[in-house]
Nanobody, 116 residues
């Protein structure tokens, strides 16, 4: 069973930065892709960013230019650097790992709160 453990969430003022980290129980290179999603109170979970096995990255329009996803293969981690944070970035951030269309793993989530 794959385990994904997120860390790095917290409370930050608008305009500040946070760095989230997702540690996997096995190499990120064994997944087709890894990524980050978020869920704000009362809203559906939404895509934030992903990094494919090839290294290609993809971002939601709302975070382009502010967030950067990266992978550290030696540490089994995928990080999300979040800059210029806005109150609307508040939510629980979840890491996921895509093994196949039918097999997707999720972490437990880490809370990010951006105050205005």
């Amino acid at each position: 069973q794959v385990q994904l453990v997120e860390s790095g969430g917290g409370l930050v003022q608008a305009g500040g930065s946070l760095r989230l980290s997702c540690e996997a129980s096995r190499s990120p290179l064994t997944f087709n892709a890894m990524g980050w999603y978020r869920q704000a109170p009362g809203k559906q979970r939404e895509f934030v960013a992903s990094i494919a096995l090839s290294g290609r990255t993809n971002y939601a329009d709302s975070v382009k230019g502010r967030f950067t996803i990266s992978r550290e293969n030696a540490k089994n981690t995928v990080d999300l650097q979040m800059n210029s944070l806005k109150p609307e970035d508040t939510g629980v951030y979840y890491c996921n790992a895509v093994e196949s269309v039918a097999t997707i793993y999720w972490g437990q989530g880490t809370q990010v709160t951006v105050s205005s």
